[in-house]
């Protein structure tokens, strides 16, 4: 089992960057593809982003293509969402998330991760 906790949120105007981090413990850190899901106001959750357990692969959902960049540093337990160029629409509570193993191909999907952290408020203002 891992648990999983995000921080580095906050209240940011139009066009700031935010680098949210999800800090690992427990089992092996490597062993686990991270996503990273975020969630409006009376929207459903939505995948934003997912690394596979080396780093060597990163998936985007297209709405954070090229503004997002998600990377781990598996010595220190950790994944980051470096997010660029904040939009208002951006504002969402964002969750990182753990599957056992490699990146599953539903990988845009909650059901695909076993583990999920608290989350970490972004407020993004225009």
């Known amino acids: 089992q891992v648990q999983l906790v995000e921080s580095g949120g906050g209240s940011v105007q139009g066009g700031a960057s935010l680098r949210l981090s999800c800090a690992a413990s427990?089992?092996?850190?490597?062993?686990?593809?991270i996503g990273w899901f975020r969630q409006a106001p009376g929207k459903e959750r939505e995948f934003v982003a997912a690394?596979?357990?080396?780093?060597?692969?990163?998936f985007y959902a297209d709405s954070v293509q090229g503004r997002c960049t998600i990377s781990r540093d598996n010595a220190k337990n950790t994944v980051y969402l470096q997010m660029n160029s904040l939009k208002p629409e951006d504002t969402a509570v964002y969750y990182c998330?753990?599957?056992?193993?490699?990146?599953?191909?539903?990988?845009?999907?909650?059901?695909?991760?076993?583990?999920w952290g608290q989350g970490t408020q972004v407020a993004v203002s225009s």
């Open positions: 998330a753990a599957q056992n193993g490699d990146v599953r191909y539903y990988y845009t999907e909650a059901s695909a991760y076993e583990y």
């Open positions: 427990g089992r092996t850190f490597s062993y686990y593809a």
């Open positions: 690394i596979n357990w080396s780093g060597g692969n990163t």
